[in-house]
């Protein structure tokens, strides 16, 4: 240390000798701060460290026997890490987990024990019930909305009630119009049953804050679907898309100022943003990425889409100013989707999937129960990637499957879609 003082003080003066000075003052915090071991003993920074948040989903897998196969799907658990995975369901009948906005309780959807499956495209979907479980799997219960469901059930923000889609089917050659379509409320713990909140609306989305609802509706103009909000109690109701724009699959901000949709272009689709008032409406990607299912991060700066291009479909990232457009999945052989966004917003996690489709699967079910197809749902696994380092790859959470991620605690919004 004397020697160390000597050199500092015959470095006063000129630029060569400051910049002596202070690569020695490097050198010597270095050499001070680093064990002998030759590793370093500071803790790193937490931000270096990334949370371990709880991640719901479902996961499907194929019983076979001699004489029949079936497919089975329940409700997990796991550590955004993918340690300390937990089954929640024992059921075999259960998909699509939602947690509560407390992240106390997970409400998914259970194929009904009776239920005839469909035996041709596009024919009624079997009949669902609703499920409801604590975080631990203690204490599932069914729900008994006495209608029934369509789409995915979804929380209110108060937490204590539920929404649900319902599109009433009338006699065999009944043309389903609008007003088939409903969104029922109900609270989950019995006390209140059922009732019928919005008739002839496909798909409805409450704000973070519960004070004001959007809704998607048909009712004046068959062909193309608008957004319209309301305040919670159905006040102020006011058209905010225009007639050309055929909207759904809604997302409020995390502040409840503005509303992200997909919108139809023909064929195609795009992520588009409007305020309340419907007089700032801004398409936020372009139109050759086939964009759709937009999902803000907490902190209202990014959003997480999933688009299709170049064949396949992938999980992107664009920040709410138009840009940082980027893509944040990489699997070429499987389509990936169904983004979630972490609580502090520093991952995302989704869902990859081989390329068979649900139409196909749909449609080729009861033979695979009776045995006849030896071909299981599409291989989905559930994938992670931490979204603030530009360069990160995406991690492989589970390797036996696994479907509609969901990080704790649920989105900020509660959405319902009616119908297909």
């Not at 599109?167 to 088939?180: E, L, W």
């Not at 196909?360 to 989905?380: K, V």
């Amino acid at each position: 240390m004397p020697c160390l003082y000597k050199t500092l003080r015959a470095a006063k003066s000129s630029g060569a000798q400051r910049l002596l000075l202070t690569s020695l003052i490097i050198v010597t915090l270095h050499l001070f701060s680093t064990p002998t071991d030759g590793q370093n003993t500071l803790a790193p920074r937490a931000s270096e460290q990334p949370n371990i948040w709880k991640i719901a989903f479902d996961r499907t897998r194929v019983r076979s026997s001699s004489s029949f196969q079936a497919i089975l799907t329940d409700i997990y658990v796991m550590n955004s890490d993918g340690s300390q995975e937990q089954k929640l369901t024992h059921t075999g009948l259960c998909h699509r987990p939602n947690w509560s906005p407390d992240g106390s309780q997970i409400l998914f959807m259970c194929l009904d024990d009776n239920s005839e499956l469909p035996t041709i495209p596009g024919g009624d979907e079997p009949d669902q019930e609703i499920g409801v479980t604590d975080s631990a799997g203690q204490n599932p219960r069914l729900l008994k909305p006495g209608v029934r469901i369509f789409g995915e059930p979804s929380w209110l923000p108060n937490g204590r009630t539920i929404s649900f889609g319902n599109v009433r089917y009338g006699n065999p050659g009944h043309k389903m119009d609008v007003s088939d379509r409903r969104i029922y409320t109900m609270t989950v713990d019995g006390a209140e049953p059922s009732h019928s909140m919005l008739q002839g609306v496909s798909e409805a989305d409450w704000s973070p804050d519960g004070r004001k609802l959007a809704y998607v509706t048909y009712r004046n103009n068959k062909e193309n679907p608008a957004i319209y909000v309301a305040n919670a109690d159905g006040s102020d109701e006011h058209l905010l898309t225009g007639p050309k724009i055929r909207a759904y699959s809604l997302s409020w901000s995390p502040d409840s100022t503005r509303i992200a949709f997909a919108r139809w272009h023909g064929n195609r689709r795009s992520i588009g943003v409007t305020d309340l008032q419907g007089g700032q409406f801004e398409e936020l990607t372009p139109r050759n990425l086939n964009a759709f299912g937009p999902k803000w991060s907490q902190d209202g700066r990014r959003i997480a889409f999933s688009a299709f291009r170049s064949e396949s479909t992938q999980v992107f990232l664009i920040n709410a100013d138009r840009t940082g457009l980027r893509q944040i999945s990489n699997e070429k052989e499987k389509d990936c989707e169904h983004p979630s966004w972490s609580p502090d917003g520093s991952q995302i996690v989704f869902e990859c999937h081989s390329r068979m489709s649900y139409g196909s699967l749909l449609m080729n079910m009861p033979l695979i129960l009776l045995g006849a197809m030896r071909t299981g749902p599409p291989a989905a696994q559930i994938y992670l990637t931490n979204v603030n380092a530009p360069n990160a790859l995406p991690v492989q959470l589970t390797h036996t499957g696994g479907s509609n991620p969901r990080f704790y605690p649920v989105p900020t919004s509660s959405k319902i879609v009616a119908g297909n």
